[in-house]
């Protein structure tokens, strides 16, 4: 269990607007170097660079080498998943009604860090367990014996799936207030749809629904999604 100061400590890197615009930058998966880092927070890159240093000595960026270039990337998914809680807790603390992003391209599809995210992805989460593919509980996610079937037959094997971390799990949309898939599934269903050229990006975390995406969904899902 991590001591009070650590947590202290971590929350107080998080907390800093300019360290947390990076960090929600980063939330699409993307590796950023820390000239874009530092325009997009509206500071200099030598004061990035400082916040950078912190925020990998805390573990909670990696930072790859390639040429002359260092890229910075979110260091883990669960980094990932404790800025989507904290955008949450956040935007329920709101007096407005209104929860997660005000564009409405970024609510209706987006990225949380390596799966879908927004109404897209709360529609194809209600769809698989209505039609009895995934099973979601509290504690976790699970992939049903016509499940394994169902994402075969989307070209998601099972095998490559179960690689690596928790295989399937409910994540609290940031938008909706209700559970898309994550863990390894939700990854490898993300890559997918990217394969398929069922969705695009239109900048950042934001997705686009391609006509052939609006097809596939309906087809293979049962959910009507208008084409970008």
């Known amino acids: 269990?991590?001591?009070?100061?650590?947590?202290?400590?971590?929350?107080?890197?998080?907390?800093?607007?300019?360290?947390?615009?990076?960090?929600?930058?980063?939330?699409?998966?993307?590796?950023?170097?820390?000239?874009?880092?530092?325009?997009?927070?509206?500071?200099?890159?030598?004061?990035?660079?400082?916040?950078?240093?912190?925020?990998?000595?805390?573990?909670?960026?990696?930072?790859?080498?390639?040429?002359?270039?260092?890229?910075?990337?979110?260091?883990?998914?669960?980094?990932?998943?404790?800025?989507?809680?904290?955008?949450?807790?956040?935007?329920?603390?709101?007096?407005?009604?209104?929860?997660?992003?005000?564009?409405?391209?970024?609510?209706?599809?987006?990225?949380?860090?390596?799966?879908?995210?927004?109404?897209?992805?709360?529609?194809?989460?209600?769809?698989?367990?209505?039609?009895?593919?995934?099973?979601f509980g509290p504690d976790g996610g699970a992939v049903t014996p016509a499940g394994e079937g169902f994402f075969e037959q989307l070209g998601i094997p099972m095998a490559r799936a179960a690689r690596g971390r928790v295989f399937c799990r409910p994540c609290l949309d940031w938008s909706e207030r209700r559970p898309h898939v994550a863990g390894r599934l939700g990854a490898a269903l993300c890559t997918r749809c990217f394969e398929l050229g069922w969705v695009r990006r239109q900048g950042g975390r934001t997705l686009v629904v391609t006509p052939e995406g609006a097809r596939g969904f309906h087809q293979r899902f049962g959910v009507a999604v208008p084409a970008g």
Do not use: F, K, W
Request: positive net charge; hydrophobic residues 55%; charged residues 20%.
């Open 1 to 135: 269990m991590p001591s009070v100061n650590a947590l202290a400590e971590t929350a107080a890197l998080v907390g800093d607007p300019a360290r947390a615009a990076m960090l929600a930058a980063l939330m699409d998966g993307r590796a950023l170097t820390a000239g874009e880092l530092a325009a997009i927070a509206g500071i200099t890159p030598q004061t990035a660079s400082g916040h950078l240093a912190r925020l990998a000595g805390a573990g909670l960026l990696a930072m790859e080498r390639q040429g002359r270039h260092r890229y910075h990337r979110l260091a883990t998914a669960g980094v990932a998943r404790m800025l989507e809680g904290l955008m949450a807790v956040a935007e329920a603390a709101r007096p407005a009604p209104r929860t997660g992003p005000r564009d409405a391209a970024m609510r209706a599809a987006r990225t949380c860090y390596d799966h879908l995210a927004g109404q897209l992805a709360v529609a194809l989460a209600d769809a698989m367990v209505a039609r009895g593919v995934l099973e």
